[in-house]
């Protein structure tokens, strides 16, 4: 807890809007001794040794720098104290504008709603350092030694580059030779410049360098048994041929690859029902044992027809389900549309990698016969990623070879042939082509829960959460950290993250053990990897009023808490990133951050001035700004000069998960008449940095709403709001349209009590 503040202005930052003068003698007389040292500097950059010297002799224990937004300078002030910002620019002085909408003239000072907001700040700066404390990190041993699962080409590659980094690795592979699918694949798609002829893939010499690696031990026909512990300490279980093998590891890399998906969902384009109806991945073994002597291939690309009839299908086995026609334990209706629609999905996420691979098996077939095949290509959508185009463009040209676009309406027998039926084709006319052999796409399906590739000895349980809403997918943030898996320390690599090429695993893997070693140093340190960087807090629980409840174990979106042998929570400091959502989950709130806390947040609001007379002085709305996305937003605003309403006061939170009921509360007791959480998107298709905050939040603010209810005051004061990073040009009108909104409700009840 800081007991001795400076304060400190930055003129040059703020700009001509404030009186900054007349602000920091506010603070001076509002906090007297508490704040020893309050200086208007003209450039803050050019004081940092006025500042150390003011720490030394003043014995400062806290520094408030107001002026810009600290995403523009956090880490940039390295004194020997704390230091907290407060964001007297982006979103004070650009952001401002009168309350009856219009833009300000500051030649005659500092319009009185701005100083009372920039003041507001300030105050909330001084409260938020008093409140807070350096963390102590928590550091543990943290092993170089990494554990790769999966022997497959991003298995061996992830193993190579984590030896050559200086790390120890254990590769673990289920079946008996090492290589996963790629055995099956000789020659690849282009791998090196020109980019346009097939390469080999040399597995045997990458196998060959794993199994001669002296810093690389290799378990065949093995599994994993159990995975517990934390990065930097993880205790692995190996079900091996010869025992259980127990070994500390310090990060994993899960690179299990894929497996396909069920020819159930490719029957009704002939699959299992027509004998020459095989997948790609099918037809590349048949090819490799030379047991083709098909000469005329049609390779097909547009699923249409199976995705219809998976659609089909599941709608009408929830109607019997519906309709009562189905046996009791299967009557789930949602049951039968989710997993065959999810399951189907499949096709169409590997999409890009069977346009590669169908080309690539049509010039391979071709050269295998000395081009006595005639390969046809029918596609709806051609998918062929960055500098594979070249091989597309070459492949257009290529003898024997034709591609056209097409929708295949249908494949059925017609004597010894396969007849597929073309429509709406680039050759302007619709035709049904006689074929020897129908190739399919290969639905990759990744290699994770249901395969129990990995089986956590977590609280939460041995498998990777909520896995249907990435389809199976283990990386849970395409977006903003490739690699990072719902579990902190396990990094996804490969097919298993998403349906690549071979090329592509080959990075991905180097990707993921870069966040492997990243990992591992920093649970040395004791400090978070992602997304805040660099973090020593970690939650603090005060047991003595626990209720084992058991919220925050089951809520923490990373399983960071498990129980103790008595059931109460048990933290793991290194599997936790730092959300705040236990304790934003915790009734009790005996859950707490060393530097950010419920009481340091609730003391912030209740350090606002609320003035009584609503109709005169307005309102006061509180905004509850995710750091991630809307405060970010909120400051590319105020940057390109878009305002907002004065009345609104702005606090950062991690994450919308780490919202407490009680924040609320504070506000409503203290006067704000409206409150505004605005966060990340969530649904389908969102990338909450922190998976589920947004949300937690959601569900959270349907409690806040009755209990409004029951006190008398509108639940519609309370609003959670949407916003992208990318979203600035909206921010101001999401605020500005709920400041209307609280207008029209008029005060808070509360209001003056």
């Known amino acids: 807890m800081a007991e001795k503040i400076g304060v400190y202005f930055d003129v040059q930052n703020i700009g001509g809007g404030l009186d900054v003068e007349a602000l920091a003698a506010r603070t001076r007389e509002k906090w007297g001794d508490f704040v020893p040292i309050v200086k208007v500097c003209s450039v803050l950059a050019d004081a940092v040794d006025e500042i150390n010297a003011d720490i030394s002799s003043q014995q400062l224990d806290g520094v408030l720098l107001c002026g810009v937004s600290p995403r523009a300078e956090i880490g940039v002030y390295r004194v020997p104290a704390q230091v907290e910002y407060v964001n007297l620019r982006e979103q004070c002085v650009l952001s401002y504008k009168n309350p009856d909408g219009s833009q300000p003239d500051f030649s005659g000072g500092a319009p009185e709603p701005l100083a009372i907001m920039a003041a507001d700040y300030v105050n909330m700066g001084v409260v938020k350092l008093q409140k807070s404390q350096p963390p102590d990190s928590a550091t543990v041993s943290g092993v170089r030694r990494v554990l790769v699962i999966g022997g497959g080409i991003s298995g061996l590659t992830a193993a190579l580059e984590a030896a050559a980094t200086g790390y120890e690795v254990v590769l673990v592979e289920k079946s008996e030779q090492l290589g996963g699918a790629a055995v099956n694949i000789p020659v690849s798609s282009p791998l090196v410049p020109n980019w346009t002829e097939k390469q080999s893939v040399n597995l045997n010499m990458k196998i060959s360098a794993v199994v001669g690696n002296p810093d690389i031990t290799v378990y065949l026909k093995s599994q994993m048994e159990t995975l517990g512990g934390q990065p930097g300490e993880f205790k692995a279980t190996i079900a091996a041929p010869q025992g259980p093998v127990s070994i500390d590891v310090g990060a994993v890399v899960l690179a299990t690859g894929w497996k396909p998906l069920d020819n159930k969902y490719l029957a009704p384009m002939g699959l299992e029902c027509f004998a020459n109806v095989v997948t790609a991945a099918e037809f590349g073994k048949r090819l490799l044992a030379g047991n083709v002597s098909a000469r005329r291939i049609a390779f097909v690309l547009d699923t249409t027809i199976a995705e219809d009839a998976a659609r089909d299908a599941a709608e009408a086995a929830a109607q019997q389900a519906q309709d009562g026609k189905m046996a009791e334990e299967e009557k789930d209706a949602g049951k039968f549309v989710k997993e065959d629609l999810e399951s189907i999905r499949h096709l169409a996420y590997s999409n890009a990698v069977n346009s590669v691979g169908m080309l690539r098996l049509a010039d391979s077939v071709c050269e295998q016969t000395d081009d006595a095949t005639q390969a046809f290509i029918l596609y709806k959508n051609m998918t062929v990623p960055g500098i594979l185009e070249r091989f597309y463009k070459k492949m257009q040209d290529r003898l024997g070879v034709m591609m056209t676009k097409a929708d295949v309406t249908a494949i059925r027998e017609a004597g010894n042939h396969l007849v597929v039926e073309c429509k709406n084709t680039l050759l302007g006319m619709d035709f049904d082509l006689e074929v020897d052999l129908v190739v399919l796409p290969t639905g990759m399906v990744p290699t994770t829960a249901k395969d129990a ?125 730092r959300c705040g959502t236990c304790f934003g989950a915790c009734p009790e709130r005996v859950i707490s951050f060393a530097d950010y806390n419920i009481d340091q947040i609730g003391s912030m609001i209740r350090e606002v001035v609320v003035p009584k007379d609503f109709r005169r002085e307005g309102p006061r709305v509180l905004v509850l700004a995710c750091e991630n996305d809307a405060y970010p937003a909120l400051d590319m605003a105020g940057m390109r000069r878009r305002t907002w309403n004065p009345y609104v006061r702005i606090i950062p939170v991690r994450c919308l998960g780490s919202v407490n009921a009680i924040w609320v509360s504070d506000a409503m007791s203290k006067g704000f008449d409206g409150v505004m959480l605005l966060g990340c998107k969530y649904g389908d298709d969102y990338q909450c940095h922190f998976v589920k905050g ?41 605020i500005d349209g709920f400041v209307s909104r609280i207008m029209d409700m008029g005060p808070n009840p509360f209001k003056g009590m």
Do not use: W
């Open 453 to 577: 590739v990995v089986r956590f000895d977590y609280r939460q349980g041995p498998d990777f959460p909520d896995l249907q809403l990435f389809d199976g997918f283990t990386d849970s943030n395409y977006i903003c950290f490739p690699y990072e898996t719902r579990r902190t320390g396990v990094y996804a690599a490969g097919c298993v993250r998403q349906p690549m090429t071979m090329d592509a695993c080959e990075e991905d893997a180097c990707g993921a053990v870069l966040k492997a070693a990243q990992c591992i140093e920093a649970a040395s340190r004791g400090v978070a990897v992602h997304p805040r960087s660099g973090d020593a807090s970690y939650p603090v629980f005060n047991f003595v009023r626990c209720t084992q409840c058991k919220r925050c174990t089951e809520e923490c979106p990373f399983g960071a808490l498990d129980d103790d042998e008595k059931g109460t929570p048990k933290p793991n400091p290194a599997r936790c990133r």
């Open 694 to 734: 947004s949300e937690i939040c959601s569900r959270r603010k349907e409690n806040i709403a009755e209990t409004l209810n029951r006190l008398g005051v509108q639940p519609e004061r309370v609003e959670q709001l949407e916003v992208g990073i990318d979203e600035y040009d909206k921010v101001p009108d999401l």
